[in-house]
């Protein structure tokens, strides 16, 4: 077992682009989240996933943002027409739950620098 | 999720233990109290939970008030590998499946 695992973990694009993120959780983990943290602040919830299944949105996960989990196994998020406040950590993290509280484990993200 | 409050920023000698304390005035009773902590540069990483009794693992210890409104995550020896930002959590099990982390404490350890 690795961990967690994202794919770039840097990425500088120019505004307007479109940007793809790749994660990686941990095997046999059911459920996949997504995290964005901005300079100074804890990170903020964008979505989840029960294995192929997309739960729960944050309503920071504006029309721009799409997540994808086929098959239940790795996740993508994409970005379209990026903008400047896209500039961001985005963290991934995995967890197995079928009851009662459960323990996440975050991947070390990919740093989104927008220009 | 219940919010919680936490002093911005503490500073702990290195090899003494340190307290990091966490206010939850309206917990509910269904909430566990989750901490997990940051590193420089990277991902959160889980560092204990509780319900209701204090609980000790590898990493650190978690005491929990008799009535649930206050909680105290406890380092017995703290390392310069311990300055991160420590975050205190409340779960709802019926509730969010996300973690609400806040702005947490920022730990400083002096060596």
């Known amino acids: 077992d690795t961990g967690v695992s994202q794919d770039p973990r840097h990425k500088i694009t120019k505004r307007g682009q479109n940007v793809t993120f790749r994660c990686d959780p941990i095997?046999?983990?059911?459920?996949l989240y997504w995290y964005r943290q901005t300079l100074g602040q804890g990170p903020e919830f964008l979505t989840y996933?029960?294995?192929?299944?997309?739960?729960?949105k944050s309503r920071l996960l504006s029309d721009r943002f799409s997540a994808e989990r086929p098959k239940g196994s790795f996740s993508t998020l994409e970005i379209q027409r990026t903008e400047q406040g896209d500039s961001a950590m985005y963290l991934c993290?995995?967890?197995?739950?079928?009851?009662?509280?459960?323990?996440?484990?975050f991947g070390p993200g990919t740093r989104l620098t927008v220009l | 999720d219940a919010k919680t409050t936490q002093p911005n920023s503490m500073e702990s000698n290195e090899e003494e233990p340190v307290h990091l304390p966490c206010n939850h005035s309206?917990?509910?009773?269904?909430?566990?109290i989750h901490w997990y902590r940051q590193l420089p540069s990277q991902g959160p990483e889980y560092v204990i939970h509780?319900?209701?009794s204090n609980v000790n693992n590898r990493m650190a210890s978690l005491a929990i008030a008799e009535d649930r409104k206050s909680s105290t995550l406890i380092l017995h020896r703290a390392t310069l590998r311990d300055a991160a930002v420590y975050y205190c959590?409340?779960?709802?099990?019926?509730?969010?499946?996300?973690?609400?982390f806040g702005t947490g404490t920022r730990l400083t350890v002096i060596p």
């Open positions: 993290a995995s967890s197995f739950r079928t009851g009662g509280t459960d323990t996440q484990y």
């Open positions: 095997s046999e983990h059911n459920r």
């Open positions: 996933f029960q294995n192929e299944a997309q739960l729960e």
């Open positions: 309206t917990i509910s009773g269904t909430d566990y």
């Open positions: 509780g319900l209701t």
């Open positions: 959590i409340l779960r709802d099990v019926s509730g969010a499946n996300n973690l609400f």
